[in-house]
């Protein structure tokens, strides 16, 4: 499985961004898909995740109600679109597939992980 994320940069606060993040080499709808986060100096944290049919989404209590996470099974792809962004939204974002279940917010709920992409938001 591979996993390709994209779409980051750098915006002023209150701006947006829509990161993607592409798979390939699995059956992409087999899998639910999470983003999470990591600013310098601090742990990976969790960010949104959705399970296989986009049915079902969970956030954490810092970004809910401004990012949404959601995917297209046709095109192999899960969107993390973020809104009213804040300096402390910086941080490289990272997409996970996970099949084996588990808590959403847990890293070692995923078994494959992209590079991820930098997002930088401006004061």
């Known amino acids: 499985v591979q996993l390709q994320a994209s779409g980051g940069g750098l915006v002023q606060a209150g701006g947006s961004l829509r990161l993607s993040c592409a798979a390939s080499?699995?059956?992409?709808?087999?899998?639910?898909m999470g983003w999470f986060r990591q600013a310098p100096g601090k742990e990976r944290e969790f960010v949104a995740a959705?399970?296989?049919?986009?049915?079902?989404?969970r956030y954490s209590d810092v970004v809910k109600g401004r990012f949404t996470i959601s995917r297209s099974n046709a095109e192999n792809t899960v969107y993390l679109q973020m809104n009213s962004l804040k300096p402390e939204d910086t941080a490289v974002y990272y997409c996970?597939?996970?099949?084996?279940?588990?808590?959403?917010?847990?890293?070692?709920?995923?078994?494959?992980w992209g590079q991820g992409t930098l997002v930088t938001v401006s004061s």
């Open positions: 996970a597939a996970s099949r084996i279940g588990g808590t959403p917010g847990i890293p070692s709920s995923y078994s494959y």
């Open positions: 080499g699995c059956s992409f709808s087999s899998y639910a």
């Open positions: 959705i399970n296989w049919s986009g049915g079902i989404t």
